[in-house]
């Protein structure tokens, strides 16, 4: 079956210093991948997205890096800031349809 | 613009009980998915309904839990003769057909004594 997972349960940084979120994954067939950000109370909000034909691609302070030789991705949020703080989920898509599997997330927290 | 909505936010049920969820998707977004999460976990698929087609229903634990979608939007999520292990946040989602990038509700919490 499917697997996606992250080496880290919980992750704690101070504000200001760098983060990285990794996530292992299974399926070498996996195309696309998803990193969700799930804030207390609220429903997942996408944060950035990669392809297989990719293994980099920035954002607004995240960069996604995908090694597809390992099957290993991580996020990595520059600077990062209280409202950071959050589960962050990598999620993978193997091209059938739209279905995603979803790891277990990482909590982060940010110290002021 | 208004997003995905669900309801209720939080649902107290009796073990036994049938209980119904309700999920509006965004206006326009013709893909729909249903998810499960469970406390510390992450999103286990349930359902998916793309346009007219046929739902893939892959995920759906057991057969007490059914889903529909009518005229293409709103969808209920049913779970008939709830038990313990069903507790969990339900989280429904939708998309655009062209895109993979999922919007996704507030959940419902629902509870099962």
């Known amino acids: 079956g499917e697997s996606v997972g992250l080496h880290l349960p919980t992750l704690s940084v101070q504000e200001g210093d760098n983060s990285i979120i990794n996530c292992a994954y299974s399926?070498?067939?996996?195309?696309?991948f998803i990193w969700y950000k799930q804030e207390s109370g609220k429903g997942p909000q996408f944060i950035i997205d990669?392809?297989?034909?990719?293994d980099k691609r920035q954002g607004q302070r995240v960069t996604v890096l995908l090694n597809k030789t390992v099957k290993h991705l991580s996020l990595q949020i520059a600077a990062t800031q209280p409202g950071d703080s959050a589960v962050y989920f990598c999620?993978?898509?193997?091209?059938?349809?739209?279905?995603?599997?979803f790891g277990t997330g990482t909590s982060l927290t940010v110290i002021p | 613009g208004a997003g995905v909505s669900q309801s209720p936010s939080n649902k107290v049920t009796e073990k036994g009980k049938d209980v119904e969820l309700r999920c509006d998707p965004i206006?326009?977004?013709?893909?729909l998915y249903w998810y499960r999460q469970s406390l510390g976990q992450g999103l286990e698929f349930l359902i998916y309904f793309q346009g007219n087609s046929a739902p893939d229903k892959s995920g759906l634990p057991s057969d007490r839990f059914s889903a529909e979608r009518t005229g293409g939007s709103v969808s209920t999520l049913t779970i008939q003769r709830t038990q313990q292990e069903d507790s969990a946040v339900y989280l429904c989602a939708s998309s655009l057909v062209s895109s993979v990038e999922q919007f996704f509700g507030p959940g419902t919490r629902l509870t099962v004594l």
């Open positions: 999620a993978e898509n193997i091209g059938t349809g739209n279905q995603f599997y």
């Open positions: 990669i392809r297989s034909n990719m």
């Open positions: 399926n070498s067939a996996s195309d696309y």
């Open positions: 206006s326009g977004h013709t893909a």
